[in-house]
């Protein structure tokens, strides 16, 4: 059973994974504005998105569950 100030914490730990998502895709759209060569851009825009997606799979979809115990 879980106590009621752990998912208090779950709680804010989400919101603040909400949070760097929207800060991640309002700095990847930001991109779009300056001007940097094309390999620098894309290199950006790589790492960028795969921060999105470890922060989603991670906090989001549990896949650390999938490799550790119960």
Partial sequence: MRESGGLAKDWVRGWWVFAALITLTV???????????????RVLLVAMNLADAWLILYYFMHIAQLWGGE
């Fill in 27 to 41: 700095l990847e759209f930001g991109l779009l504005f300056v001007d940097m060569p094309v390999g620098l851009f």
